[in-house]
């Protein structure tokens, strides 16, 4: 079974220019998340989606940061214009929509971005 | 809301001794999940042992057991026979059960240092 796919694995830009990362989740899991991980953190969620509609988007600096899901399966996330402070570890996951049984989330190796 | 805490940023242990990690959570919810997730230099986070809070009976895989105290919120992982492969980061996360929005919210963290 594949798993969760992410790219770039490695950005660096400087700020105020724009970002995006690309997310292809495990075939068959209805929710996806993206999560931010500052360095010495734990990753923080930024954004949640069930199939294509949004969860959870509370902690999402919706003035700079932007997440679609079309069709349900493989995700975009955009930063524009980047801050210093966005540098950090991008993480995507993904896992099946269920109360019971298999309830894991599955993560992508996640994008390290770098703000200069 | 939920919160889960992490109180020792690292920990180190001796090859072949066993090392135990600490999580406490707060919520208010009766049913719910707990994950022990590791995260290794290449950032990747991998499920090492999962906890249903209806399940009285304490997780095991291998070499890594919990010690899950419902009434106390805490749930502790225990390493033994600590291996260099086991050094990495060590993240505690709580996902409700009922809670409709999957979310998985993370604790910030253990670093473990194996020395051989």
């Known amino acids: 079974e594949a798993g969760v796919a992410q790219s770039p694995r490695y950005k660096i830009i400087e700020k105020r220019q724009s970002v995006a990362f690309w997310c292809n989740p495990i075939s068959g899991h209805a929710t996806l998340y993206w999560y931010q991980q500052i360095l010495g953190q734990g990753p923080k969620l930024l954004i949640q989606f069930q199939n294509n509609g949004v969860v959870d988007d509370s902690q999402l600096p919706k003035d700079r940061f932007s997440a679609e899901r079309l069709k349900g399966v493989d995700s975009t996330l955009k930063i524009q214009p980047a801050k210093l402070e966005d540098s950090a570890v991008y993480l995507c996951a993904s896992s099946e929509a269920r109360d019971r049984g298999n309830t894991e989330a599955f993560f992508g190796q996640g994008t390290r971005l770098t703000v200069v | 809301a939920q919160t889960v805490t992490q109180s020792q940023p690292e920990m180190s242990v001796q090859e072949a001794e066993t090392v135990t990690l600490s999580c406490t959570y707060d919520?208010?919810?009766?049913?719910?999940?707990l994950f022990w997730y590791k995260q290794p230099p290449s950032r990747q986070m991998i499920l090492v042992i999962r906890q249903e809070a209806y399940k009285q009976q304490n997780a095991t895989e291998n070499r890594f057991s919990v010690n899950f105290q419902k009434a106390a919120k805490s749930f502790s992982l225990k390493i033994s026979d600590s291996q260099l492969g086991d050094a990495a980061m060590y993240f505690c996360?709580?996902?409700?059960?009922?809670?409709?929005?999957?979310?998985?919210?993370f604790g910030t963290g253990t670093r473990l240092k194996v020395l051989a």
């Open positions: 919520t208010s919810e009766s049913d719910y999940y």
């Open positions: 996360a709580y996902r409700g059960a009922y809670s409709g929005t999957y979310k998985y919210i």
